[in-house]
């Protein structure tokens, strides 16, 4: 079990530029989820998986932003046309559906610095 | 609307003290909590999770309680030392499998 991870884990961009990352889950986990941390605050919910269908959106997920999930195992974030506040920590997690618990486990975060 | 709060931000005990941290919410529609350690620069490493049914877990030499009528959880550390100084988040969930809401930490430093 390698458990969740994320590429890059940093990427710095020019303003205006699009950016894309991803996240590959634990093997056997059907849900993935995205959020977003800015400094010295917790992590803010973006969207998740349930296998391949999206089933929920953040309001923060502008029309700018947009998620995959295409065969129901890794996930993409893109970020069109980046702007300052985009700069983030972006964070992916993933949870097994049905198991009692559905405990998240997170991966290292991908660092978003736009310039 | 759901609202997690913690308290207290920041907080720096000496090498060996026990603590709690505090970690309240507005919705009692609890489905489980969860409290994370967060490194410098990392990524979130899960420690506990309790469901709505429980009303602890414990792991080593921490101990997490909830209690849903009052809106609270407690993560008690015992014996405190420096490797485990980082920021330490709460996140509830109000259905199975739903997305996490979050506190936005205590930050916890323990002198040597």
């Known amino acids: 079990d390698t458990g969740v991870s994320q590429d890059p884990r940093h990427k710095i961009t020019k303003r205006g530029q699009n950016v894309t990352f991803r996240c590959d889950p634990i093997s056997e986990h059907n849900r993935l989820y995205w959020y977003r941390q800015t400094l010295g605050q917790g992590p803010e919910f973006l969207t998740y998986?349930?296998?391949?269908?999206?089933?929920?959106k953040s309001r923060l997920l502008s029309d700018r932003f947009s998620a995959e999930r295409p065969k129901g195992s890794f996930s993409t974030l893109e970020i069109q046309r980046t702007e300052q506040g985009d700069s983030a920590m972006y964070l992916c997690?993933?949870?097994?559906?049905?198991?009692?618990?559905?405990?998240?486990?997170f991966g290292p975060g991908t660092r978003l610095t736009v310039t | 609307k759901q609202e997690v709060t913690q308290i207290p931000a920041a907080l720096s005990v000496p090498e060996g003290e026990n603590l709690v941290l505090n970690c309240s919410f507005t919705d009692s529609a609890i489905y489980n909590l969860q409290w994370f350690r967060q490194d410098p620069g990392k990524g979130l490493t899960s420690l506990l999770l309790i469901q709505s049914s429980q009303r602890e877990q414990t792991s080593g030499r921490l101990n997490a309680s909830l209690d849903k009528s009052s809106g609270r959880s407690t993560l008690y550390i015992a014996a405190s030392q420096p490797g485990d100084s980082a920021t330490y988040l709460c996140?509830?969930?109000?259905?199975?499998?739903?997305?996490?809401?979050f506190g936005a930490g205590t930050i916890l430093r323990v002198k040597s």
């Open positions: 998986f349930q296998n391949e269908a999206q089933l929920e």
């Open positions: 996140g509830q969930s109000l259905e199975y499998g739903n997305k996490l809401v």
């Open positions: 997690a993933s949870s097994l559906a049905f198991a009692s618990s559905y405990e998240q486990y």
